[in-house]
């Protein structure tokens, strides 16, 4: 088996590095990822500017791009054949509800997913925003890609719908404490959407963007509920975000 392997936490990052040595248990693994961090990246390509790749090791590409951008110049440039399998990831952080329109972890994942490739997207949630007033704990990057390989076995045989990966978040907690998989739809996350603005020396002001987390909407069987249960999250992704009922009743008014 091809494995294709990228994130956006950039090529060194701890998680990039676990994932794809689990993946190695797989088949042929090749990485593909940004020479720098672009978390929150989104879903980018890079169109008016040149892009670089740089060989670091044999399979292993950093490119000046996006995750979008990675996984668009391994499969149209830089592989010879299409990868079986493409997973992005493991992200130092969660990717939950709403975090999934401006992650580029998972971009690379629906970016494969437009190309009817199989993908998945690993991340790995900070137990702080697990367990409110705990404090942050060193990553378990191993603990995660176990888990990620039992997802992608159990889910090996199946055939995805056409567009469309899945989305899988980890608790940061020790395998024993982690109580299960479970498969669960896409939640909401809030946040208190700060902007701080400062000025440079020359007194100019600039802005900061991006506030503290304040936590999820609560009752629904969704993906926020379920790592903080402390289980591991899978969410079925797709591309087409039409609202269903409302697009029926719309077509009424027109
Ligand atoms: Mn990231």
């Known amino acids: 088996m091809k494995v294709l392997v990228s994130n956006d936490d950039g090529i060194e990052a701890p998680g990039i590095l676990a994932l794809a040595r ?33 060989e670091v090791a ?13 996984i668009y110049l391994s499969t149209r440039f830089l592989l010879s054949e299409p990868p079986d399998l493409v997973v992005s990831g493991i992200n130092r952080g969660a ?17 494969a997913a437009l190309m009817n490739l199989k993908s998945y997207a690993f991340s790995l949630v ?29 889910t090996e045989t ?55 987390y304040l936590g999820f909407e609560p009752g629904l069987e969704c993906d926020c509920v379920a790592v903080g249960d402390g289980f591991v999250s899978v969410t079925p992704l797709t591309i087409d975000c039409t609202h269903n009922d409302f697009y029926t009743t719309l077509k009424g008014r027109f």
Request: charged share 25%; aromatic share 8%; proline share 7%.
């Open 58 to 70: 044999p399979r292993q590409y950093a490119t000046s791009g996006s995750p979008a951008d990675c």
């Open 22 to 54: 689990a993946c190695e248990k797989l088949g042929e693994v090749t990485v593909v990822a940004p020479e720098r961090e672009r978390s929150t990246a989104g879903h980018s390509l890079t169109l008016h500017k040149p892009l670089r790749i740089l």
């Open 126 to 154: 900070d137990i702080a925003q697990i367990r409110p007033g705990h404090q942050p704990e060193p990553f378990r990057y191993e603990v995660a890609a176990g888990l990620a390989l039992e997802v992608i076995a159990r």
């Open 95 to 111: 990717n939950l509800g709403t975090d999934v329109h401006y992650s580029g972890t998972v971009a690379a994942a629906r970016e």
């Open 158 to 212: 199946m055939e995805f719908p056409a567009h469309t990966f899945l989305n899988v978040n980890i608790p940061n907690l020790p395998r024993e404490e982690i109580r299960g998989i479970k498969v669960v739809r896409q939640g909401f996350r809030y946040y208190s959407g700060d902007v701080t603005e400062r000025a440079d020396p020359r007194g100019k002001r600039y802005y900061w963007i991006g506030g503290g």
